[in-house]
T-cell receptor
């Protein structure tokens, strides 16, 4: 079946540090890949996405590249801010067909805390 | 900017009682999803609607959970009777597509359920 594995958290960084959150996936076919962010007390917000191999998604200084050869979609940011403190979820969506209707399969989430 | 609305935001109930959650998707979005997020985990799909039809309810505990989307707009998720293990965040999401893997899902703020 489909699955997403994220690096264990929590991750604690100082402001302006470099961030990497690892994400690997298992899926048949050609899934789309997503990073969602959840701030305290809020729902999930789409951070970025990539829909085919070698695509790079980017938003708010965050980037992730769809690597089919390593089945990975690692999230990176060159200089984190205190306001980036949140929970980050990697997710995949398989193309509709058979028993798949485009639902999202999420990883377990990685808590990021950024200190001033 | 249009948002997915959910109510209530918080619900405390005793086991064996009935509870209901409401979701109003972004106007014009054909696909509606209900996810359950247990503390410390990623969301898991409970049920997916395409307009008023259920297209995926394979993970919905049908002995106690029910969902409907009359007229293909807003939706209600019901639990009867509630059990202690149902304590979680219930998230509603919607998308404008027809379940393609490339669709972006937009999430509401969620309803946090506590069963005592």
């Amino acid at each position: 079946g489909n699955s997403v594995t994220q690096m264990e958290g929590p991750v604690t960084l100082s402001e302006e540090a470099f961030l990497t959150i690892n994400c690997t996936y298992t899926a048949t076919g050609y899934p789309s890949l997503f990073w969602y962010v959840q701030y305290p007390g809020e729902g999930l917000q789409l951070l970025l996405k990539a829909t085919k191999a070698d695509d790079k998604g980017s938003n708010k200084g965050f980037e992730a590249t769809y690597r089919k050869e390593t089945t990975s979609f690692h999230l990176e940011k060159g200089s984190v801010q205190v306001s980036d403190s949140a929970v980050y979820f990697c997710a995949l969506s398989r193309p509709a067909g058979g028993t798949s209707y485009g639902k999202l399969t999420f990883g377990q989430g990685t808590i990021l805390t950024v200190h001033p | 900017e249009a948002e997915v609305a959910q109510s209530p935001r918080y619900k405390i109930t005793e086991k064996s009682q009935a509870v209901a959650f409401w979701c109003d998707p972004i106007s014009g979005h054909a696909t509606l999803y209900w996810y359950r997020q247990i503390l410390g985990q990623g969301p898991e799909l409970l049920v997916q609607f395409q307009d008023e039809s259920v297209v995926d309810d394979s993970q919905l505990p049908k002995d106690r959970f029910s969902a409907e989307r009359l007229k293909g707009v807003d939706s209600t998720l019901k639990i009867q009777p509630a059990e202690l293990g149902d304590s979680a965040m219930y998230l509603c999401a919607s998308s404008s597509g027809l379940g393609q893997s490339t669709d972006t899902q937009y999430f509401g703020p969620g309803t946090r359920l506590t069963v005592l």
